[in-house]
């Protein structure tokens, strides 16, 4: 089972951080996004020094997750000599910092400021190019030691981060239930661990119950429990049930549609609105698919093709040709994924269920 060591979740969490992070060392490298570190630096600063952890390295210049940043942040760590690394921020930092500590052979760890990833439990990082194209998912040797979701954080965030969130963790369930069929070993050779189809279930339970509570208590400025369930979700759950099986035609179905250069929308926008589609693709009972339609609609994600842009038919094609074909997600369905039953998939999405 890939996990982090130790996930720490609620409100002050991130107070924790030095007494947790001391049995690795007493020199901290510290990196992340200007407006995480803006956010959580005061804290991050006072639990290490409260704890006589010295920062050696403080770089707040994270933009995005590229060769180039991690060979600069390497550079900068080793001539610090920090005795581990922490990242802090959104997917693109802390991704970032899990690469950097690899490299300098020292434990990482990782400390969320929004809810729309899942990157700072997971043991993968994806690479982009200097203009942000995606490159490769990197899957790193060990998961982080550490992960803090100061819930009190990231609850004071944009509430479109936590929306982003559910909607990729929408598709966990069913692609880990795909991906489990087809009983293949994962890329570094290990089983998909039946707890980890138990996490997928609670996490799409959990996003069913309280994601539009969450999300409406956020507007309102409220940090309720449903709030705190949806982050343990997004965070915890989606993240470990993804890594301990795998994706499948929903981020395939993603990946083709983005690469037409015809669709707009956030990564978890258009994973919901094709998560919608892999249920239908899979004949799953009607009553289950209108479910989640209408959970969409409630909290905001795309259930129609015309909120993610209104693709042409033939951007849809090749979007089809793609995630059938070419991405390496198609293998995870138990049954061949066909550019025409693709299709049709999307063209009964769009009539309504
Ligand atoms: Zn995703």
Redesign the pocket.
């Known amino acids: 089972m890939v996990t982090p060591s130790l996930y720490l979740q609620g409100k002050g969490a991130i107070y924790h951080l030095g007494q947790k992070a001391l049995p690795f060392g007493d020199k901290a490298f510290v990196v992340g996004g200007r407006t995480a570190l803006s956010i959580a630096g005061d804290r991050v600063r006072k639990s290490l020094d409260s704890n006589g952890i010295e920062v050696v390295g403080w770089k707040d210049d994270i933009k995005d997750c590229t060769h180039a940043t991690i060979n600069r942040l390497v550079e900068d760590g080793k001539r610090c000599k920090g005795h581990f690394v922490v990242g802090v921020g959104g997917g693109r930092a802390v991704d970032t910092a899990k690469v950097v500590a690899w490299k300098m052979k020292v434990p990482a760890m990782t400390i969320g400021t929004q809810c729309a990833t899942?990157a700072d439990a997971s043991i993968e990082s994806i690479i982009y190019t200097e203009d942000h194209k995606f490159l490769e998912d990197l899957v790193l040797p060990r998961s982080p030691v550490l992960v803090i979701e100061d819930t009190e954080i990231i609850s004071k965030a944009p509430f479109k981060y936590m929306v982003w969130g559910m909607g990729?963790a929408l598709?966990t369930k069913f692609e880990s239930e795909a991906y489990a069929k087809t009983r293949q070993k994962k890329r570094d050779g290990v089983w998909p661990t039946a707890s980890a189809l138990a996490l997928a279930d609670g996490c799409f339970k959990s996003l069913m119950e309280h994601g539009f509570k969450a999300i409406t208590d956020l507007k309102n400025g409220i940090h309720s429990l449903d709030v705190d369930d949806v982050i343990e979700a997004v965070k915890l759950s989606s993240a470990l049930a993804?890594e301990n099986t795998d994706?499948a035609l929903a981020?395939a179905l993603?990946n083709g549609l983005t690469k037409t250069g015809q669709v707009k929308g956030e990564?978890?926008e258009i994973?919901a609105y094709a998560t919608i589609v892999q249920t239908v693709f899979e004949k799953r009972p009607k009553d289950e698919i209108r479910q989640i339609v209408e959970w969409c609609e409630k909290v905001g994600l795309p259930t129609k093709l015309k909120a993610i842009g209104e693709p042409s038919k033939a951007a849809l094609r090749q979007a089809a040709e793609w995630a059938c074909d070419k991405d390496r997600n198609a293998k995870n369905m138990p049954v061949k994924m066909r550019v025409g039953d693709l299709l049709e998939a999307i063209e009964q999405v769009e009539h309504g269920i």
Do not use: K, L, P, Y
Request: glycine letters at 10%.
């Open positions: 899942n990729d598709a993804f994706c981020h993603h990564h978890g994973v």
